[in-house]
């Protein structure tokens, strides 16, 4: 149990630039993560194993992408209850991501805006950061994701080759991969979500995983991360791209670009990807045609606007598998992860 409340120290993030609170946040769970300071923020893991795509997640809510570009904290996430833990997203060279400021909070709608544009140190960094991490070895039985996604300064036409460097990369140390294809802050990402190029991207990702397993003894699963804003004919097709090239699930859903559900707040018109309470109902719409399109066995982790047990809950009736969350985590800080798992794990099937 945390010997610190998260509501103690809220306000005080809160009276931080974000970005400065979000950095103060990751050098405070750095330096205390396998140390007695750790007991600030550590809760116990709720036990609610399922199986899905040939992995055993110990519980059904796990850490988004996004919060630790760099691997840094792997076992500090940990230490909150997570069933699950995805770091990244990480491109082959380091890059600073767009100018600042770049992160803005809109509090009365329990939401972020980010443009931060895939900042990270680089393959070579986040490598050698999964390494150090302890809780996988000390055979915990967390899983680990790791999000790859293509530099800035790579045009979009020759993108396939950063994903297959950053997945060769990051297949030996990871228990399943994320394609992340749905940022809206890397110029053109989300064309990758077309017909065309999708299915040229998928076949280079699905033939240099067959030669990595058979290299590795192992064949990792893979998971593709999309978008909110997608219509049916959109969801449909990029469904039926991900059976034909045998993808092991998808992420449903990135932040969105939609800005309705937040119209006359400050920073309402803030470029970037809105996250947090108002993108649940879009996240849960592409979740629920998803399920209707992939069937009833197809692995689905639903994100977006988890910030309460009932909105993971929703998630689970629209017919995800498993749930993450970012903004929730921000807002509501590490007691949610229990809440969410607990009742998930108290759910009527």
Same mark, same amino acid.
């Given at each position: +149990?945390?010997? !610190? @409340?998260? #509501?103690? =120290?809220?306000?005080?993030?809160?009276?931080?630039?974000? %970005?400065?609170?979000?950095?103060?946040?990751?050098?405070?769970?750095?330096?205390?993560?396998?140390?007695?300071?750790?007991?600030?923020?550590?809760?116990?893991?709720?036990?609610?194993?399922?199986?899905?795509?040939?992995?055993?997640?110990?519980?059904?809510?796990?850490?988004?992408?996004?919060?630790?570009?760099?691997?840094?904290?792997?076992?500090?996430?940990?230490?909150?209850?997570?069933?699950?833990?995805?770091?990244?997203?990480?491109?082959?060279?380091?890059?600073?991501?767009?100018?600042?400021?770049? +992160?803005?909070? !809109? @509090?009365? #709608?329990? =939401?972020?805006?980010?443009?931060?544009?895939?900042?990270? %140190?680089?393959?070579?960094?986040?490598?050698?950061?999964?390494?150090?991490?302890?809780?996988?070895?000390?055979?915990?039985?967390?899983?680990?994701?790791?999000?790859?996604?293509?530099?800035?300064?790579?045009?979009?036409?020759?993108?396939?080759?950063?994903?297959?460097?950053?997945?060769?990369?990051?297949?030996?140390?990871?228990?399943?991969?994320?394609?992340?294809?749905?940022?809206?802050?890397?110029?053109?990402?989300?064309?990758?979500?077309?017909?065309?190029?999708?299915?040229?991207?998928?076949?280079?990702?699905?033939?240099?995983?067959?030669?990595? =397993?058979?290299?590795?003894?192992?064949?990792?699963?893979?998971?593709?991360?999309?978008?909110?804003?997608?219509?049916?004919?959109?969801?449909?097709?990029?469904?039926?791209?991900?059976?034909?090239?045998?993808?092991?699930?998808?992420?449903?859903?990135?932040?969105?670009?939609?800005?309705?559900?937040?119209?006359?707040?400050?920073?309402?018109?803030?470029?970037?990807?809105?996250?947090?309470?108002?993108?649940?109902?879009?996240?849960?719409?592409?979740?629920?045609?998803?399920?209707?399109?992939?069937?009833?066995?197809?692995?689905?982790?639903?994100?977006?606007?988890?910030?309460?047990?009932?909105?993971?809950?929703?998630?689970?009736?629209?017919?995800?598998?498993?749930?993450?969350?970012?903004?929730?985590?921000?807002?509501?800080?590490?007691?949610?992860?229990?809440?969410?798992?607990?009742?998930?794990?108290?759910?009527?099937?």
């Amino acid at each position: +149990m945390s010997l !610190l @409340p998260y #509501a103690f =120290a809220r306000p005080i993030l809160f009276n931080m630039d974000p %970005e400065k609170a979000h950095e103060l946040t990751m050098d405070l769970l750095a330096r205390g993560q396998r140390t007695p300071l750790q007991w600030a923020w550590c809760h116990q893991t709720v036990n609610d194993p399922v199986r899905l795509a040939g992995l055993n997640f110990p519980n059904r809510v796990g850490m988004a992408a996004g919060l630790d570009k760099n691997a840094r904290v792997i076992d500090g996430l940990a230490a909150m209850g997570f069933g699950f833990v995805e770091v990244g997203t990480v491109t082959p060279k380091a890059q600073p991501g767009n100018p600042k400021p770049r +992160m803005f909070r !809109l @509090p009365a #709608a329990h =939401a972020l805006i980010n443009r931060l544009g895939f900042n990270n %140190e680089g393959l070579d960094a986040f490598i050698r950061n999964v390494k150090l991490s302890q809780t996988r070895a000390q055979g915990k039985p967390m899983l680990l994701g790791l999000n790859i996604g293509k530099n800035a300064a790579t045009p979009i036409e020759d993108a396939t080759s950063d994903y297959l460097i950053c997945l060769e990369g990051v297949y030996p140390h990871a228990d399943y991969v994320t394609v992340n294809i749905s940022s809206p802050n890397t110029k053109n990402l989300r064309a990758l979500q077309s017909d065309e190029a999708l299915d040229a991207l998928l076949s280079a990702v699905a033939e240099h995983r067959e030669t990595l =397993a058979r290299a590795h003894g192992r064949r990792v699963p893979i998971f593709v991360k999309i978008a909110p804003d997608l219509d049916e004919a959109q969801v449909r097709l990029i469904a039926a791209t991900l059976q034909r090239h045998g993808m092991d699930g998808v992420i449903a859903t990135n932040t969105t670009i939609g800005r309705d559900a937040v119209k006359g707040l400050p920073h309402a018109d803030e470029t970037g990807g809105l996250s947090g309470a108002p993108v649940l109902e879009a996240s849960n719409r592409v979740i629920q045609q998803l399920r209707a399109d992939l069937g009833s066995s197809y692995p689905i982790i639903g994100v977006g606007g988890i910030l309460s047990a009932a909105d993971a809950v929703s998630k689970i009736r629209a017919g995800a598998d498993v749930v993450q969350i970012y903004t929730g985590l921000i807002y509501k800080g590490p007691e949610l992860v229990g809440q969410a798992a607990q009742a998930i794990k108290g759910m009527q099937r």
